[in-house]
Every structure is written in C-alpha cells, then in structure tokens.
C-alpha cells in the first residue's frame, strides 16, 4: 500500500472503461497507484520529506534508504517494509509520526528482513542479522 499514499507531481489521466458511461473518457489522478512507472519516485519523495523534516532523520550517504537520528536511532525501508531500530521510546514515538501520515500495520519484533534471519538474545542484549538462507 505504500505507493497509495503519495502525491503525483505531474498530470496523469487513465482511460475509464466503456461501461457505465457509454462514451470514451478520461480520469486525472491526483494519487499514485502500482504500475505506474512515477509511483515509486513519487513514494520515495513522500517517505523522504516525511521522515527527514518531520520527524529529524539524515539520509545516508551511501544507501538512500537507510536514515539515522542523532541519538542513534536507525531507520531502514525498502519499498513499504520499514524497519525501525532503537530505544523502545524512540520507536514508539516515530511509530506514532509516521501512523499520523501513512496507515500502518506493526508486525512486532522482527524475526526476518530482506532475506535476512534476525535472532535476538535479550539477556545478553545481543542481535545477530545471518543470512543463512544464502547458504548451500
């Protein structure tokens, strides 16, 4: 859902199908929709200034979809999955911000991501990230 919840910045019409209005028509688009080729620019730029003036995030250097706070807080997305590392403080409060914005779905603690398997040891306060599944 997440290419839904942005603006186009151009003007896009769709042809309406011959049903219901018995002539040839035209539709202007004011959001997004999958299949578009403008729908995952269009997200980015709406996750972007989101996350960076709203919420005081700096995008990454090297990978565009990696944000860090100053506090240590890290934020990775890719396409509509978000994964959200920190204080459990932090993550409930940029949780909220980004709820206020997009509709959300919070799958709890993270036990897989990009292919990666995510283990975590809380009396140790450890998290490993392997990528076993890459393996033969």
Partial sequence: ?????????????????????GEHRLASLNWSLYGLK????????????CL?????????RFDCCIYTQY???ILAFYVDNMLIAGT????KFIWGK?????????LALVSHFLEMVVLWYEVSRIVYLTQEGYIC
């Avoid at 960076?52 to 990454?60: H, L, R, S, T, V």
Wanted: charged content about 20%; some cysteine; glycine content about 8%.
């Fill in 38 to 49: 403008q729908s995952p620019h269009c997200w980015y730029t709406t996750i972007d200034s």
């Fill in 88 to 91: 459990s403080k932090e993550v």
């Fill in 52 to 60: 960076i003036a709203k919420i005081g995030f700096c995008c990454d």
């Fill in 71 to 73: 506090n240590g807080t």
């Fill in 1 to 21: 859902m997440a290419f839904l919840g942005s603006e186009l910045e151009e003007e896009v019409y769709v042809s309406l199908l011959l049903g219901g209005f």
């Fill in 98 to 106: 980004l709820q206020e914005k997009f509709e959300m779905v919070d």
